[in-house]
């Protein structure tokens, strides 16, 4: 079964702070969105990048990844053997998403959802999430154990403490990652099945709203998502580890 990867990139990166949109933010010298791009093209089962864009960043993007395509006279349009698409993306990661989707080819069964805010997802793991879709899983998606206990809350008014409702059992809960793998028929019916203002903040979200099974499998640290300051800090130090 041929395998693709839908990177949604078309987020601004409000919590990392002013600047350009967070994937073309530099780590170590290049581009989020190119480490992200490498680890989905390091894995051997995919054969297609879809990289969804800023809106109005397509043509930017492309010229980008050209840019960073392998050395040793590789076509543009591809790194090796991965081909790439670009695409403009949404207002919402779940637009985005389905609009990276739109432009899937025929021929493509299994498809990774993989945030471009994950640069440092080691190839294991992208390995381990499609092994789990080709053994028949409609919908794969890496977590870890939670560090931190979690409260669930009311709403409260901006700067008015926050009553607490609920304390779910630490034990139960996961940090979900992606990249998120799934039967490509399941993700595509869990999309069209959206109820306007009933969105997920992940795909998997979606297919469980479909009633189908979502199973977990392990993750790692350094899939961790490059959200505020401080993950930049801690995504450059992984970076000059691997190269030591
Ligand atoms: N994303 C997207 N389209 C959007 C919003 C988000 O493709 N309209 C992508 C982001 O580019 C990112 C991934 O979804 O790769 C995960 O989203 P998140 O980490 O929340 O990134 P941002 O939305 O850019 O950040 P913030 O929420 O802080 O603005
Ligand atoms: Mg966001």
Do not use: Y
């Amino acid at each position: 079964p041929r395998t693709a990867a839908v990177i949604p990139a078309a987020g601004r990166g409000v919590r990392l702070g002013p600047g350009a949109p967070k994937a073309l933010r530099a780590l170590n010298g290049t581009p989020m969105l190119i480490h992200a791009v490498r680890a989905m093209a390091a894995s051997r089962a995919v054969s297609l990048v879809v990289v969804v864009a800023p809106p109005d960043g397509a043509p930017e993007v492309k010229t980008l990844l050209a840019d960073h395509a392998l050395p040793g006279g590789t076509p543009s349009g591809s790194w090796g053997s991965t081909d790439f698409l670009v695409v403009p993306g949404g207002a919402t990661r779940q637009e985005s998403v389905k609009l990276g989707l739109d432009a899937l080819p025929q021929g493509i069964d299994i498809v990774l959802v993989h945030d471009a805010a994950r640069p440092l997802v080691p190839v294991d793991t992208v390995d381990g999430v499609i092994e789990a879709v080709r053994d028949g899983a409609p919908a794969v998606v890496p977590a870890l154990p939670v560090a931190d206990t979690v409260k669930e809350v009311e709403p409260a008014a901006p700067g008015e403490p926050e009553p607490v409702v609920a304390t779910p059992e630490r034990a139960r809960l996961r940090a979900v990652q992606t990249p998120q793998g799934f039967d490509r028929a399941t993700l595509l019916r869990a999309h069209e099945a959206v109820v306007v203002g009933e969105g997920a903040t992940d795909c998997a979200g979606l297919v469980e709203r479909l009633g189908e099974p979502v199973v977990l499998v392990p993750g790692h640290e350094e899939a961790f998502k490059v959200t505020r300051p401080l993950d930049l800090v801690l995504a450059e130090a992984v970076l000059a580890r691997r190269r030591a």
